[in-house]
């Protein structure tokens, strides 16, 4: 709770609460490696996520230790070696869906939003495209996206470089629900 106490204070829009935000604290961010020697994917689904539909602004926040591996090494290597998850504990995208969208209307839209990204202490401004997904109050969110891993800083020791893919790809899939005071 501390935390998304913490997250929300950072958005903007979220000043005065309004009847447009909706949000969740358990949205599914996921990455995959594709790599020679073996495939590297993590689950991480406690991520907060706040939408303002009067405005578009659009928040995603991620605790880079919540991501989950297969194998326990893996995860060690990923906190410690490549993310340095306790110099670097979260990973932003704060910005604004670009198209106009009725989101008092169930249906399925293709969007783009485009903000700043901020990951392993380098902000980049990008543009994503994604869909979102309307259907009895709730929005959900679904997107796909690469991370070309040395835009923001993250070497892949050479011992180790056949075992990482150096553009990682990266799912969303968040269902945001109206905040109530």
């Known amino acids: 709770m501390k935390k998304l106490i913490v997250?929300?204070?950072?958005?903007?829009?979220?000043?005065?609460?309004?009847?447009?935000?909706?949000?969740?604290?358990?949205?599914?961010?996921?990455?995959?490696?594709?790599?020679?020697?073996?495939?590297?994917?993590?689950?991480?689904?406690?991520?907060?996520?706040?939408?303002?539909?009067?405005?578009?602004?659009?928040?995603?926040?991620?605790?880079?230790?919540?991501?989950?591996?297969k194998d326990a090494v893996m995860q060690e290597h990923f906190n410690e070696d490549y993310l340095e998850s306790d110099k670097y504990p979260d990973s932003q995208f704060t910005g604004k869906i670009n198209e106009t969208i009725?989101?008092?209307?169930?249906?399925?839209?293709?969007?783009?939003?485009?903000?700043?990204?901020n990951l392993h202490g380098v902000e980049k401004e990008?543009?994503?495209?994604?869909?979102?997904?309307?259907?009895?109050?709730?929005?959900?969110?679904?997107?796909?996206f690469y991370v070309l891993l040395k835009d923001y800083s993250i070497t892949i020791p050479r011992l180790v470089f056949q075992n990482i893919a150096e553009n990682i790809q990266v799912k969303l899939d968040a269902t945001l629900v109206p905040f109530k005071r």
């Open 126 to 144: 990008r543009t994503e495209a994604g869909t979102i997904i309307i259907k009895d109050g709730q929005i959900t969110l679904k997107g796909e």
């Open 102 to 117: 009725d989101y008092t209307k169930d249906g399925e839209y293709k969007v783009t939003a485009t903000g700043k990204f």
């Open 7 to 69: 997250f929300l204070t950072f958005i903007p829009f979220c000043q005065v609460f309004s009847q447009g935000v909706f949000l969740t604290k358990t949205g599914m961010i996921s990455f995959f490696s594709k790599a020679t020697i073996e495939n590297i994917d993590a689950k991480n689904t406690k991520v907060g996520v706040v939408l303002n539909t009067e405005t578009n602004d659009l928040q995603f926040v991620v605790n880079i230790k919540n991501f989950v591996f």
